[in-house]
């Protein structure tokens, strides 16, 4: 946990040098942010690559929504993270519905500041040995 504490604190560092960087850009009347936006997901891409490791807490202190469907608990992906989403990783609808997510056909539905979809932490199988 204490490790993620310091990476949370990190993201938060990077979440106001990239806001500040798009007001100077306004303030400069430049409408352009690709090459910032690049920076940042370059940099925060290292600290949340793993999401399947993460415990509820770090999830939801990174925005994700644990979403109970009609037949699947699914943790439905901030926007922010959209861009860091693995290509051909499976995707689950809360309907218990699946995919493997391709970014340019995936869809663009959102709830909650989320995609409508998202994946399920994998449970580790019960072994037998107490």
Sequence with gaps: MQEFDHNKNYLYRCFRWLTNEIVKNQLNGKTDVEDILS??????SNYVSDFYIMTDEELLDLGFIRYEGSSAVVWLIPLW???LIPENM????????SFYYNSKTAPKDIMFNCLTYGFKIKEVPYCGID
């Design 39 to 44: 920076k940042f997901y370059d940099t925060v």
């Design 81 to 83: 993270l959209m861009p």
């Design 90 to 97: 499976k995707m689950y609808k809360p309907d218990g519905s």
